[in-house]
């Protein structure tokens, strides 16, 4: 067969084993069908299908069709982080600052601090820092992933739950949205090459005068130019971001948060990251699960996991609890805060993918991660669902 006769099988595989198994096996209400394509990308990926089907492996997924997955994955992680940054709404935490600081900050600081213990304790063993890390680095960096919360998914469960436009919704989406800056905040400082600062800051003070004269274009033009105007904008920012050695997609999530959402029609907006997720963003699931490995051994991968995720549960919730006894919430409201700012799924995994294209964290590390992200998203939905039940009367609760 040729190339492309492969990749097309390929592509058969992405788009119906996990559809198969989300529909058939009914996992909506634990794991939606995102998360079965992330697991569906884990199980394809070498450290299972290639330990079992080695020869199958290597047909399906040879470097030729690997490159094409490459190409198609990263695009669909560009457009998916590019809508995130444009559903930011900052204007919201900054009217509730004090309560939106407070709560994000302490649901952020408390993950990261126990996360960077966590790593602390890795480096006790060879195999989980990367080459080019320095230990800043790579402790920072997984802190800070055990501390994200990921919003499009966070979106997509209290639609799930019927909350998002209620008052406790949208108090979660502020918190979510401090975090998410904070996160790519700490990403850039991360990402900084002391070698190449002069390019960094030289694409940095330039992005700042070319995101002036974007916006003023942007208002004088139709909604339905906007569209065009910015995808080339998006290019253009990944472009810089990458050149500059900061990564494509600190530059996707730049050229989408200096966009304002009511630039767009919220419905056209809504369809458009649902149809990025239906279209592109599984082959991107799938070349996640190509860069999982478990060469340290099965065992430790997993009990890596295992401690990272208790790391980030507990922290999450201690931070939330805190937050509550500071602004006098209602008992276990912290609690329910905590648990749906658990969702990690999505930004998480673009996070680690980032870390490890910059060889901060090894794929051992990376492999962990994605495992504690995936169980930490899939415990949100059946643990809030019945707190939920059980809280009614904090729908109508407006801070």
């Not at 509550?324 to 276990?332: K, N, S, V």
Request: charged residues 10%; hydrophobic residues 60%; glycine residues 10%.
């Amino acid at each position: 067969m040729n190339t492309t006769e492969v990749f097309l099988i390929a592509m058969a595989i992405i788009f119906s084993v996990p559809y198969l198994v989300w529909r058939l096996g009914r996992t909506e209400y634990y794991a939606p069908l995102v998360v079965v394509q992330i697991l569906t990308g884990i199980v394809l990926g070498p450290g299972v299908l290639g330990a079992a089907f080695p020869d199958y492996y290597r047909f399906v997924f040879n470097p030729a069709v690997v490159q094409s997955l490459n190409g198609v994955a990263w695009w669909a992680v560009m457009l998916f982080v590019w809508i995130a940054g444009i559903e930011l709404d900052l204007h919201q935490a900054w009217k509730h600052r004090r309560e939106s600081g407070i709560t994000a900050g302490l649901a952020l600081g408390s993950p990261l601090l126990l996360g960077s213990v966590v790593a602390v304790g890795l480096l006790a063993w060879p195999g989980w820092m990367g080459p080019k890390a320095q230990t800043w680095q790579f402790v920072l960096g997984v802190g800070m992933a055990c501390a994200v919360t990921a919003l499009p998914i966070l979106i997509l469960f209290m639609e799930k739950l019927e909350i998002l436009r209620q008052p406790l919704g949208q108090r979660i989406l502020r918190y979510a949205s401090m975090d998410d800056v904070a996160i790519w905040g700490v990403l850039a400082l991360i990402l900084m090459d002391w070698e190449r600062v002069g390019r960094q800051l030289a694409f940095l003070a330039s992005f700042a005068l070319a995101a002036w004269l974007f916006r003023q274009l942007m208002l004088r033009i139709p909604e339905r130019d906007r569209w065009y105007v910015g995808l080339i904008w998006l290019a253009v920012c990944a472009f810089g971001a990458d050149w500059a050695g900061l990564h494509f997609m600190v530059g996707a999530f730049l050229a989408g948060v200096v966009m304002d959402g009511h630039w767009f029609n919220q419905a056209q907006m809504d369809q458009l990251r649902h149809h990025v997720l239906l279209v592109v963003m599984p082959v991107f699931f799938l070349s996640t699960g190509l860069r999982t490995n478990w060469q340290v051994g099965g065992g430790a991968v997993f009990a890596a996991a295992g401690v990272l995720l208790l790391a980030s549960v507990a922290g999450k919730l201690l931070g939330t609890h805190l937050a509550g006894r500071i602004l006098a919430w209602q008992p276990g409201e912290g609690s329910l805060i905590g648990w749906l700012l658990q969702t990690k799924a999505l930004i998480m995994i673009i996070f680690a993918n980032i870390l490890l294209d910059k060889q901060i964290i090894t794929s051992e590390t990376f492999t962990a991660l994605l495992l504690m992200a995936v169980a930490s998203t899939m415990l949100t939905v059946p643990v809030v669902a019945p707190r939920l039940a059980r809280m009614k009367a904090l729908l109508g609760r407006e801070m």
